[in-house]
């Protein structure tokens, strides 16, 4: 059976999630390359994710850099992803 792409967490049409992202950016008075550095997660992920052409998908690796990211901005995971506060 061939092998699958990881399915994002958000549809491609969905915008909430770079805005969310964007909004933290923004808040944190980050770039990117800083958002980069602190975090660990290469830029140009980030950079995919605000412009919403690559969401995350549900692969280990890319979770765990929705988390480093969250962290860094403040924030949780689960509020970037999906809008929901715990």
Do not use: C
């Amino acid at each position: 059976m061939p092998e699958t792409a990881p399915r994002s967490f958000t549809s491609p049409a969905d915008e909430a999630f770079p805005r969310r992202l964007n909004h933290r950016l923004v808040a944190r008075d980050f770039t990117v390359a800083e958002l980069s550095e602190r975090s660990g997660v290469p830029s140009r992920t980030i950079q995919n994710w605000l412009s919403g052409e690559h969401p995350p998908d549900r692969s280990r690796r890319s979770l765990d850099y929705v988390k480093a990211v969250a962290s860094e901005l403040r924030t949780s995971a689960l509020f970037l992803l999906t809008g929901e506060r715990k």
